[in-house]
């Protein structure tokens, strides 16, 4: 998807991002590429749990989020988090992350964090580009 012409601005904006993001993590010349797809959920749409395996970061460009749309949804997968007894009180305690998407949102994370999107609930239908920053010599 990003590397089709119309997208270009945002497959910049993207990279720049997670470039940004990389250095964060001290990982600042770390050669990368973009893997993409669309997201089209009509009603009753959404994804189950999931990681992104083998990739450096991922992430999700919102491009219309009607209302109605389900949230992004983020899961802390660390073990003994789970089974904490402290469900949802600090960082420390279980609790899932849910972010409400709105048109023009970028959201970049971890690959290994555990994420869903919850059932969209519209007649419009959200659209989403997602991708993975991937090694470039995984690619």
Same mark, same amino acid.
């Given at each position: 998807?990003?590397?089709?012409?119309?997208?270009?601005?945002?497959?910049?904006?993207?990279?720049? =991002?997670?470039?940004?993001?990389?250095?964060?993590? @001290?990982?600042?010349?770390?050669?990368?590429?973009? =893997?993409?797809?669309?997201? %089209?959920?009509?009603?009753?749409?959404?994804?189950?749990?999931? %990681?992104?395996?083998?990739?450096?970061?991922?992430?999700?460009?919102?491009?219309?989020?009607?209302?109605?749309?389900?949230?992004?949804?983020?899961?802390?997968?660390?073990?003994?988090?789970?089974?904490?007894?402290?469900?949802?009180?600090?960082?420390?305690?279980?609790?899932? %992350? =849910?972010?409400?998407?709105?048109? @023009?949102?970028?959201?970049?994370?971890?690959?290994?964090?555990?994420?869903?999107?919850?059932?969209?609930?519209?007649?419009?239908?959200?659209?989403? %580009?997602?991708?993975?920053?991937?090694?470039?010599?995984?690619?």
């Amino acid at each position: 998807m990003l590397e089709m012409l119309a997208f270009a601005e945002l497959r910049d904006t993207v990279r720049a =991002q997670c470039r940004f993001v990389l250095g964060e993590m @001290g990982q600042s010349d770390l050669a990368f590429r973009l =893997q993409s797809w669309a997201n %089209i959920h009509d009603r009753g749409g959404f994804n189950f749990l999931h %990681i992104h395996e083998g990739c450096l970061l991922s992430g999700v460009f919102y491009l219309r989020v009607p209302a109605g749309s389900g949230n992004l949804v983020f899961r802390d997968p660390r073990p003994g988090v789970l089974n904490s007894f402290a469900k949802g009180s600090g960082p420390n305690g279980h609790k899932d %992350i =849910q972010l409400r998407p709105d048109d @023009g949102l970028l959201v970049i994370f971890p690959h290994w964090l555990e994420h869903f999107v919850e059932v969209h609930g519209s007649d419009l239908p959200r659209v989403a %580009i997602a991708f993975n920053a991937v090694r470039e010599a995984d690619a």
